[in-house]
């Protein structure tokens, strides 16, 4: 079945550093791919997303390159932020009506000044 | 204008009991969906309801009822709530499927269980 692995948490860096957090997903068919955030007490907010092979998502900073050849959707910033200190989730869909969202585990970000 | 909304934002009770928890939508989806986040925030999907009709019921104890009266409106409802059923309940809907246009998530419900 779908699968999306993401790296463990958590991440701490320092403001200003770079981030990268890996993803790698499992799938049959030809899935969209998708960064989700979820910062303290609140619910996800769709961070980026691709639909198809060397598509680059990208938003707030963040940027993510679907690579078929390596089934990845890793996720980078060049500058990290205390505000970007959140946690940050993987996620593949089919595209068919009613499929859920499969998600990785979650990598919790945490930035200090 | 919240696009998901859920009520109640947080839930305690005691073993045992009956609880519901509403969500709303206002973008016009045909898809709604309950997912659970567990203690270690991983997400899980329960439900999906597409134009008011079950489509995913993923292996969840049939204490949990969803009933979708409408489009935009997707409740769930815990009969004799356990310790385990301790969590945060996402609503999210969707236009697409869960096709290239993303879900969109509510606010999420922290029920706690005594």
């Known amino acids: 079945g779908n699968s999306v692995t993401q790296m463990e948490g958590p991440v701490t860096l320092s403001e200003e550093a770079f981030l990268t957090i890996n993803c790698t997903y499992t799938?049959?068919?030809?899935?969209?791919l998708f960064w989700y955030v979820q910062y303290p007490g609140e619910g996800l907010q769709l961070l980026l997303k691709?639909?198809?092979?060397?598509d680059k998502g990208s938003n707030k900073g963040f940027e993510a390159t679907y690579r078929k050849e390596t089934t990845s959707f890793h996720l980078e910033k060049g500058s990290v932020q205390v505000s970007d200190s959140a946690v940050y989730f993987c996620?593949?869909?089919?595209?068919?009506?009613?499929?859920?969202?499969?998600f990785g585990k979650g990598t919790t970000l945490s930035v200090s000044s | 204008d919240t696009a998901v909304s859920q009520t109640p934002k947080y839930l305690v009770t005691q073993m045992g009991n009956d609880k519901s928890i509403k969500c709303e939508q206002n973008?016009?989806?045909?898809?709604m969906y309950w997912y659970k986040q567990d203690s270690k925030k991983f997400l899980k999907i329960m439900f999906s309801?597409?134009?008011?009709?079950?489509?995913i019921n993923e292996t969840v104890p049939n204490r949990f009822s969803p009933k979708s009266p409408d489009k935009a409106h997707l409740n769930l409802h815990i009969n004799s709530l356990e310790l385990g059923d301790s969590a945060v309940y996402f609503c999210?809907?969707?236009?697409?499927?869960?096709?290239?246009?993303?879900?969109?998530f509510g606010p999420g419900t922290r029920l706690t269980v005594l």
């Open positions: 999210a809907s969707s236009q697409d499927g869960a096709g290239p246009l993303g879900q969109f």
């Open positions: 799938a049959t068919g030809y899935p969209s």
């Open positions: 691709a639909t198809k092979a060397d």
């Open positions: 996620a593949l869909s089919e595209w068919q009506a009613g499929t859920a969202l499969i």
């Open positions: 973008l016009g989806h045909d898809t």
């Open positions: 309801y597409n134009n008011k009709e079950l489509i």
